[in-house]
């Protein structure tokens, strides 16, 4: 674009150009109110002048063709997309909506000494991966279920599908617990399914807990409950296969891990978590539906 005025044609150097907005936003801490209370008004000022401009433009811009595809492509920019925000000009992006649902639960996995990010978001598609303590609980399932794609399905209705990303591997079993953060059910959500002596290591047993069937899985002190339905066509996985802790389904074979409940056929399914805990020599299972 022309520059018809003295300045350098150059690009500003971002950095430089926040840098400096940061330390011109600190100067004010050390004047009086006074000064302050102008040196905000005069802000607030020159940015209602700015929206104004930025909405007289794009209305007097709306009806030419094209105008629309061309403003997004614009908006790809990271330096316009800022500011078109901060007039208000743009909505958030699916992307940032996805980030403020997520920020909404991360206190309760910071909680557990976990958190989790954002890795794509894409149409009507978020992909989220834990982080810390989260990444290998065994609990994750449910934190993933009953947090995460909660939160998201409440502020982000448009996101409809919600998948899990691997995780990076820093959980350590240090910190593995046997429920998840989510999990903070009432005493009296708890029902025995089992007790620690009638599972083996290594063993799954199907339970039946409140007329609900379950898949209840051992691994040393570590305890799985899973919805007993096959992710493809909710059929029961009673009669499937096991092998090295992965049950095939009888039906038309999607092969699962029993301890993450993770489809290894179709990764962007997987079976439906409980909530899990041990209470002395029991294994008690909450339902979640
Ligand atoms: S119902 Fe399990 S693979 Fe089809």
Redesign the pocket.
Known sequence: MADGGSASTEAPDLDRLLGDLRALEALPEQWDEAAQSGAQALVAAVDALNAEAFRRLIRSLREVPGFGAALREAAADEVVYAVLRRHGILKPSLFERVEAALETVRPMLASHGGDAEVVAVEGDSAEIRFLGACDGCPASQLTFYAGVKKAIQDNVPEITKIKQAKGLGGGGADTVKFTSPFANYKDDEWRRAATLADLQDGETRFVEVDGHSVILSRFGDRISAFKNA??????E?TDGDITEAIIT??????RYALESGECL?APEVQLQPHGVRVKGHNIEVRIVT
């Open positions: 096959c992710a493809h066509m909710g059929l996985l389904c009888p039906f038309h074979g999607f056929t």
